[in-house]
Nanobody
Framework: QVQLVESGGGLVQPGGSLRLSCAASGTVFSINNMAWYRQAPGKLRELVAHITRSGSTYYPVSTNGRFTISREDAKNTVTLQMNSLKPEDTAVYYC???????????????WGQGTQVTVSS
């Protein structure tokens, strides 16, 4: 089985920064795309950053220029650096990854359990 475990959430003032990390563990052979999503109360889950296996990144307008996604394949980790945080960034943040468990396995989508980020003064 594969587990994604996030860490680094918490409470931060507007304008502050937080760094989220996600580590994939278990039977991990290869990881393709990785991403961070968030879900605020009463809203749909939305993409906040995406990174391909080759390192190409994508950010929606809401996070472009403030958030940076990176990955370290040797450690099966993905990180989200969040700067200039706003109250509207408050949400539960989820790690997402496409993982193959062997060289004959297809890539499957996995989710972390989520970590709370609260931006408030």
């Amino acid at each position: 089985q594969v587990q994604l475990v996030e860490s680094g959430g918490g409470l931060v003032q507007p304008g502050g920064s937080l760094r989220l990390s996600c580590a994939a563990s278990g039977t991990v052979f290869s990881i393709n795309n990785m991403a961070w999503y968030r879900q605020a109360p009463g809203k749909l889950r939305e993409l906040v950053a995406h990174i391909t296996r080759s390192g190409s990144t994508y950010y929606p307008v809401s996070t472009n220029g403030r958030f940076t996604i990176s990955r370290e394949d040797a450690k099966n980790t993905v990180t989200l650096q969040m700067n200039s945080l706003k109250p509207e960034d408050t949400a539960v943040y989820y790690c997402n990854a496409d993982v193959a468990r062997s060289d004959t396995d297809s890539f499957r989508e996995y989710w972390g359990q989520g970590t709370q980020v609260t931006v408030s003064s």
